[in-house]
């Protein structure tokens, strides 16, 4: 059974190398969002999104306050069956975080692409980020959903593309604070 993992783990990052050595940048990435945090981050973890958190018990330091470069990890919904992971772009202020991640939102009707500093605001009763809501493309602004998280792991190496040279500081406050800007723009 080892020897399967290994090799699946293997054949993994194999495909994602290739991928975005074609693409030639790792924001030109399309696919799950389980290779693409990895290789964002340089933290490596293999399985479903979900698994992540218990998966970095023991190899990855974890905690409940986000950190450029962090993977978050977002729990097993009936929206998200296999979970989701991102990486921690930038930590705008207390309750507004910028994230990198792939197979979110719909770009060209697509899913599976890669998206840069997207905001994500922490809407927990007690601001410990186990509730979140993500910029969502297909509706300029916030979704609708509410996700639950289980945390963030530390400890990677972050890929220098994680973060644009001047990402929109002010937009993602917007976004997070103003109801219904997107409606506006």
Not at 32 to 43: K, T, Y
Not at 70 to 76: A, L, R
């Amino acid at each position: 059974m080892r020897g399967v993992l290994l090799r699946a783990a293997l054949l993994t990052a194999v495909l994602f190398t290739t991928a975005t050595a074609r693409a030639g940048s790792l924001l030109d990435y399309v696919g799950q969002c389980v290779p693409f945090a990895r290789a964002a981050s340089g933290i490596q973890i293999f399985g479903d999104a979900w698994t992540w958190w218990d998966q970095a018990e023991g190899r990855y330091e974890r905690g409940h306050k986000p950190r450029a470069g962090s993977v978050i990890v977002f729990e097993k919904t009936g929206r998200l069956r296999l979970g989701h992971v991102a990486v921690v772009s930038r930590v705008v202020e207390k309750r507004v975080l910028m994230l990198t991640h792939a197979n979110w939102s719909r770009v060209d009707g697509a899913r599976g692409h890669a998206e840069q500093d997207v905001t994500l605001f922490d809407v927990s009763d007690r601001n410990d980020w186990s509730s979140v809501k993500v910029w969502f493309r297909d509706s300029n602004g916030l979704g609708g959903g509410i996700y639950p998280v289980a945390g963030f792991i530390y400890g990677g190496r972050p890929a220098a593309e994680l973060t644009a040279k001047a990402p929109d500081y002010v937009g993602a406050l917007i976004d997070a604070y103003v109801p219904d800007t997107a409606t506006r723009r």
